[in-house]
């Protein structure tokens, strides 16, 4: 891919939290973030936003391991930038809904030029190249932080949990639960006809529940810390669960947030992420079978989440057992049950006119009105 030697110029947009900053993105916009290893996810909902280019004030690639965010970018055809030090991220907070050029390794806030590398394809191998080297320490790591996490959170998997009183029913159904992680667009589509057919309950995880609704669907409970699902998906008229510290004495920020838009909800307190609540939700109101829509399962999305160890995840899974299935095999299985070609259409006809043809054949009645036929045609 060549580099783009002409000048971008664009609309400032900065955050710290990239999944605040695409909320607020528009198209032709230059996304300011200070988000180290970008992982997939975030670079796809940057790419979906058309930004002009992304301007990071972290590093892009750490080394720590081989994440994809800037291959997603790359691929999207939009430039990435990394800063050495956090003088263009702080200009761009000051600057916000002004405007900023790029131009070469130079980016123009106001009259200050400030120097920035950009990825290319040649660097963006070499530096994933050496984060592949370094993946083994990492993963020596990971399992330390495992083995120190699942000591603290072990409840999950020995304790029974308080679950939340619903007034969803979810005994003996399938529950879909949805989480805006890697693929979960492709996944959703993946398996409309699954959810056509069966009708889940649906189970939005803070902005997987917009998720749902994009596709046309409306969540019957939304979960989570309620701090990236929109204002108008909360108010979808879902059943809404706020994932609460362990500690009761310990406030429940997201309750704060329903509040102010005249909502209510109740709280499940509950070690874990937000995803790892939903699964124990599902599955402690017995669901039959939960299907998963990019929830962690790979170890680079282990990675990418930066929660240190992500017991809580394996604790869980554990806990579930064989009824947690991800969307991925559920989208296959489904797409092989109900392709119907045209061929298999043919045989379908053909088999069902056969038996008639057989007795018609048989029947006195037609072999005299075609005796009456062709004693006809013999006339003339």
């Known amino acids: 891919m060549a580099v783009q030697t002409a000048a971008i110029s664009g609309t400032i947009r900065a955050d710290r939290r990239t999944k605040d900053l695409v909320k607020r993105l528009r198209s032709g916009d230059i996304a300011f973030i200070s988000h180290v290893d970008l992982d997939a996810t975030a670079a796809r909902a940057l790419v979906d936003c058309n930004v002009a280019a992304v301007v990071n004030a972290a590093r892009s690639v750490s080394g720590r391991y081989p994440n994809r965010g800037p291959r997603v ?45 950009r990825m290319t394809e040649m660097l963006l191998a070499s530096q994933l190249e050496l984060a592949q080297q370094n993946l083994h320490v990492e993963l020596q790591a990971f399992a330390r932080n495992t083995l120190e996490y699942i000591e603290e959170e072990k409840s999950l998997l020995l304790d029974p949990v308080d679950l939340p009183e619903l007034r969803t029913r979810i005994a003996g159904r399938h529950a879909l639960i949805v989480v805006r992680g890697d693929g979960y667009r492709d996944d959703l589509k993946a398996i409309s006809d699954y959810v056509s057919d069966v009708r889940p309950v ?67 307190r509950a070690p874990g992420t937000s995803e790892d609540i939903a699964i124990l939700l599902a599955d402690g109101k017995g669901a039959s ?67 008639i043809a057989v007795i018609a054949l048989y029947s006195p ?14 006339r003339r």
């Not at 691929?75 to 003088?87: K, Q, V």
């Not at 009761?248 to 499940?268: H, I, Q, Y």
């Not at 790979?298 to 009824?323: C, H, I, P």
């Not at 009645?365 to 013999?378: A, D, K, M, N, Y």
Request: charge should be negative.
């Open 365 to 378: 009645w037609l072999r005299t009105v075609i005796s009456t036929f062709r004693l006809s045609f013999e």
């Open 73 to 117: 970018l790359l691929d999207a055809g939009i430039p990435l930038f990394d800063c050495s030090g956090n003088e263009a991220f702080e200009l761009a907070l000051g600057s916000e809904g002004k405007r900023a050029s790029i131009m070469a390794e130079q980016i123009l806030i106001g009259p200050t030029p400030v120097s920035a590398t």
């Open 202 to 268: 649906l189970i939005g995880v803070d902005g997987g529940a917009d998720a749902i609704l994009q596709e046309g669907w409306k969540p019957d409970i939304i979960i989570g810390d309620m701090d990236s699902v929109s204002d108008q998906t909360l108010k979808c008229g879902a059943e809404l669960v706020v994932h609460g510290y362990t500690s009761a004495d310990r406030g429940v920020p997201g309750l704060n947030r329903l509040k102010e838009l005249g909502l209510t909800g109740s709280v499940f």
């Open 289 to 355: 079978l939960i299907v998963a829509v990019g929830t962690h399962f790979s170890m680079e999305e282990f990675l990418d989440k930066g929660r240190g160890g992500m017991a809580s995840t394996f604790l869980v899974r554990l806990r579930t057992g064989a009824k947690l299935v991800d969307a991925k095999g559920i989208g296959r299985l489904w797409v092989t049950r109900s392709r119907v070609t045209p061929r298999d259409i043919f045989t379908i006809v053909l088999a069902a006119f056969f038996p």
